[in-house]
């Protein structure tokens, strides 16, 4: 999908198209714009009744703008006029701000991308049965069965879906057809927005190679830098290296997937159907909180992120028995602890006293920037016997330990 988050918005807010706009920070606050409205024109042009049928007609003056932003928050997503001042995804907000201080900001609506998400994946399965889920706005789909998929390379069944996917929605896609999965991810990304690409297996040296390496599916940032430090800058260069070469440098198992990549190979089948391993939640703070001075303020935010590991383990039909924590200090040093069930819960208060003892085994005297609940080993609801303890007693039951920090209380507990 386009620029998936903001196609969302610009639904809502069509008056904003052709403006650099971008998704992030903290959650939407519209009474905040309402009552921009309202103090504006106090005749009573705008109500709370009358506020969500209105929102195309609110003043583009009235939106908040990046200039000036203060805080942590990264962008999920940016209209395509705001990636031409060079932002992108994952992009602080106040580097944001200081590239496109014009740009507007707009908070995250997760409930509506998840409706838009659901509804362009049942179009895409009336028309291609064989879809492998990627996430909210990502989907892989084989063409090889279906009825015509194969005319003009392809092309005609990606128009039939970008046609389809827009009639019911008003949304964008770009489409890459490809013979495997990892040269149709790079082709997707060749002619956004609204593009269709095709990449034949003799199209490899003239589309493929020729580009930066980090487009491949699977090379990171440190993998690259570790490629640039070899000379090693384009894909075309990495196909010159030689297999002995690539595992000796890189691993066996990570050199021998590099060389394939290079060589357009990819042999993964299309996974109708795949059970997730782990569900989490995490925030970054505006400032950094510390355990004891601001307790209160962090065990709500504790408590906030295991009723939505819950509600999401609940909603989507799971349960898990191994429940973690993640923190991140003032410095970046991040941290992990999790720890293992009797049996399988999705309870939100049982997630928080498990997490809560991991937290027994964490420095907790720093000053903490970031702050994760995880739960994993992940199990469709219902097909585990319970087990013969519950889970409070199995907690009740765990006698104080002094951590490594001296620390025998559980900081965030407030019951």
């Known amino acids: ?39 504006a024109y106090p005749e009573g042009e705008w109500t709370a009744e009358t506020f969500a049928e209105r929102l195309d007609c609110i003043p583009v003056d009235f939106f908040p703008r990046l200039a000036g932003y203060t ?20 992009m602080g907000l106040m580097k944001a701000a200081k590239l496109c201080p014009q740009a507007i900001l707009l908070p995250v609506d997760f409930e509506r991308y998840r409706y838009f998400s659901h509804t362009f994946k049942s179009i895409i399965t009336d028309i291609a049965p064989l879809m492998q ?127 394939d990549a290079a060589w357009g190979r990819d042999d993964r089948p299309i996974e109708t159907e795949s059970e997730p391993v782990s569900m989490s939640r995490e925030t970054t703070f505006e400032r950094d909180l510390h355990a004891v001075r601001d307790r209160m303020e962090l065990g709500a935010v504790f408590t906030r992120l295991c009723e939505q590991v819950a509600a999401d383990l609940q909603r989507k039909g799971y349960e898990g028995k191994t429940i973690g924590i993640k923190l991140r200090y003032d410095n970046f040093q991040a941290v992990t602890r999790d720890q293992s069930l009797p049996g399988y819960t999705a309870d939100a208060k049982h997630i928080r006293q498990v997490a809560g003892q991991c937290l027994k085994r964490v420095d907790l005297s720093r000053r903490l920037r970031l702050l994760g609940v995880r739960v994993g080993s992940l199990v469709k609801a219902g097909t585990v016997p319970a087990p013969g303890a519950t889970y409070s007693e199995a907690i009740a039951n765990t006698p104080p330990q002094v951590n490594d920090h001296g620390q025998t209380e559980l900081l965030f507990f407030d019951d």
């Open 133 to 259: 889920d990627r996430g909210v706005d990502e989907v892989y789909i084989d063409f090889t069965d279906v009825p015509g998929g194969q005319r003009e390379g392809g092309r005609v069944l990606a128009r039939l879906i970008q046609k389809s996917i827009f009639d019911a929605t008003g949304l964008t896609c770009s489409v890459g057809v490809a013979p495997n999965k990892l040269l149709a991810k790079m082709a997707s990304e060749f002619n956004k927005p609204k593009g269709i690409s095709i990449v034949h297996e003799a199209d490899l040296q003239n589309l493929i190679w020729p580009l930066a390496c980090r487009k491949i599916n699977g090379v990171g940032p440190k993998a690259d830098e570790k490629l640039q430090g070899f000379g090693i800058h384009t894909i075309g260069e990495l196909a010159a290296r030689d297999l002995p070469w690539l595992t000796e440098n890189f691993g066996k198992s990570y050199g021998a997937w590099l060389h």
């Open 1 to 39: 999908m386009d620029a998936f988050y903001a196609s969302c918005e610009l639904l809502r807010y069509p008056q904003l198209k052709g403006l650099p706009v971008v998704i992030g920070g903290g959650r939407r606050k519209e009474d905040d714009l309402l009552g921009k409205l309202q103090a």
């Open 71 to 90: 805080g942590r928050g990264v962008i999920t997503t940016a209209t395509y006029p705001a990636r031409q001042f060079g932002i992108g995804s994952a």
